[in-house]
């Protein structure tokens, strides 16, 4: 099983809004990620999680805010955002951080930002 | 530096042979990817290949792998309208210092009747 399920698959929010995304892997993985993809693009890292601490943070601006409860969630919570955040969310999962292992990614979150 | 390079489309007759390519720039990276994003979905691992490796098959997946010339190549043979999607190359630098994809552009492969 290599499976990474993301929630909800839509979001439509307003500016002035919070609301969260979530992520669940529950292939023994210690390292979880949150990418961005806009439209026609490939995907772009924003933050690692390497054994429940935040590793890495590709300079997210603060109104995307990580987090992860335990070894299976990965959460991105979200507030104040601006219409050009609307994009494809993508969480993925790996083993560990470390380089050469395979990183497997969720289904996505369409987040659209009015 | 780290770059990855691919053409941006390819059309393709259904049944023929698919051959999608890329050329990356970091000779540290241990594993070389595929993944495959159909219309509206996130990213599927198609298939990957260790980099002391010349080929790899999988089904109608071979994956050849030029180390000299950093050059990757995804071919799907009898391709269908199935495979009709978007293709992206990733390589893996080991002098990232974490686990870092640099993926890039993306093939989006039309499969016509």
């Known amino acids: 099983d290599t499976e990474v399920t993301q929630t909800p698959k839509h979001l439509v929010m307003g500016m002035t809004n919070k609301k969260s995304l979530k992520c669940e892997q529950h292939?023994?993985?210690?390292?979880m990620y949150w990418y961005k993809q806009k439209a026609k693009k490939p995907p772009e890292l924003m933050f690692v999680?390497?054994?429940?601490?935040?590793?890495i943070n590709e300079s997210v601006p603060s109104r995307f805010s990580p987090e992860c409860p335990n070894s299976s969630l990965l959460n991105l919570h979200l507030h104040a955002l601006q219409p050009e955040d609307s994009a494809l969310y993508l969480c993925?999962?790996?083993?560990?951080?470390?380089?050469?292992?395979?990183?497997?990614f969720g289904e996505g979150s369409w987040l659209t930002v009015v | 530096g780290e770059d990855v390079e691919q053409s941006l489309f390819l059309s393709v007759r259904e049944g023929d042979s698919s051959v999608i390519n890329c050329t990356y720039t970091d000779s540290s990276s241990t594993y070389l990817y595929w993944y495959k994003q159909e219309p509206g979905a996130g990213l599927q691992l198609l298939t990957y290949i260790f980099s002391n490796m010349d080929m790899k098959q999988d089904q109608r997946l071979t994956v050849l792998l030029n180390k000299k010339d950093k050059h990757l190549s995804l071919r799907i043979a009898d391709t269908q309208t199935g495979d009709s999607a978007i293709y992206f190359c990733a390589e893996s630098p080991f002098s990232g210092g974490y686990n870092k994809l640099i993926f890039g552009a993306g093939t989006r492969l039309a499969v016509h009747p």
């Open positions: 999680y390497s054994y429940e601490k935040l590793s």
């Open positions: 993925a999962s790996s083993q560990t951080s470390d380089s050469g292992n395979t990183i497997y």
């Open positions: 292939m023994g993985h210690r390292a």
